[in-house]
């Protein structure tokens, strides 16, 4: 018996752009990104992360090549303010206006699944309260709630732990492999935190600072002499032991050898900047 057959969410066939002919931001792009998986976008700032997301959402149109999308896609963005004194229930049931006729109200069944949405993610109990009130994890798990109600198979999200403390990036990151394991929905999320790809990605499309790309599963693709040369940061892979498990994680490493020294420093002080008494 033949093993099913994968379907493919998002295809990235020779695509390019350029918003000045000529200069290209990335030219060639290849990728099929399988349905139901976690995949991690990783570049340097300004070597076109939001262009690529924009013309997966059908915001952008390629300069050349092409991009097929299989689905429904809900972006969830890195920062969302709402500019009126919106409820959370109201923001969430904004992710129905598409199953919503025009100038009609959400009906009894739309606010169920809002409800159902806000109880995935602890969340039931703010339903009433001001959207704006909320710290910045609360909203963030918020708008996952209004991306669920859309129905979408396709979830894109931007840096979604960038602001966010210790705890509520876990959070986030449990959440985005439930939607994918439990719900089967495809993740695509763009993030400058490689151990956080590392963790919990499928594959990994690293953009490159010269316009091409390396696309491929993630342990393959996140390595350290791939994530250093793309920034020009030593980054190692180290294993962890915690809780009588392996755990393999990236870490930069900074040494602090280019920080001017202040006189006087005391020499345990040195030893943390990485310098020896040769050095000086």
């Known amino acids: ?3 099913p057959e994968t379907k493919t969410a998002i295809r990235l066939q020779n695509l390019g752009h350029a918003y000045v002919p000529g200069a290209w931001i990335f030219r060639g792009y290849e990728a099929a990104i399988a349905s139901g998986r976690i995949i991690a976008l990783l570049g340097i700032n300004g070597c076109g992360k939001t262009t690529l997301l924009n013309q997966i959402m059908g915001l ?9 999308v299989d689905g429904e896609v809900a972006y969830v963005p890195q920062f969302f303010n709402a500019m009126f004194n919106y409820t959370v ?3 969430v049931a904004m992710g129905r206006a598409k199953k919503i006729s025009l100038f009609a109200q959400p009906s009894p069944h739309d606010l169920e699944l809002c ?6 993610f602890s969340m039931e109990d703010f339903a009433s309260r001001p959207f704006m009130e909320l710290s910045g994890g609360q909203r963030q798990l918020v708008i996952f709630a ?4 859309s129905e979408a198979n396709i979830i894109i999200l931007d840096e979604p732990t960038s602001a966010l403390d210790l705890r509520h990036q876990n959070d986030i990151l449990d959440w985005i492999v439930s939607l994918s394991c439990e719900n089967k929905l495809t993740i695509l999320f763009s993030t400058h935190h490689v151990h956080h790809a590392y963790a919990i990605a499928d594959y990994a499309l690293l953009m490159l600072g010269d316009g091409t790309a390396l696309y491929g599963g993630a342990h393959s693709i996140l390595t350290e002499s791939n994530l ?6 030593p980054i190692q892979r180290a294993e962890l032991q915690h809780d009588s498990r392996s755990v393999a994680t990236l870490v930069p490493v900074y040494f602090g050898k280019h ?10 002080c040195k030893q943390n900047y990485g310098i020896n008494a040769n050095d000086e």
């Open 1 to 3: 018996m033949k093993p």
């Open 60 to 68: 952008l149109k390629p300069t050349e090549g092409s991009v097929h």
């Open 89 to 91: 229930l109201d923001i």
């Open 115 to 120: 409800m159902s949405a806000l109880e995935r």
């Open 146 to 149: 209004r991306a669920l109600v």
């Open 228 to 233: 250093s040369a793309l920034y020009e940061v």
């Open 259 to 268: 920080r001017k020294i202040p006189s006087g420093m005391l020499p345990e």
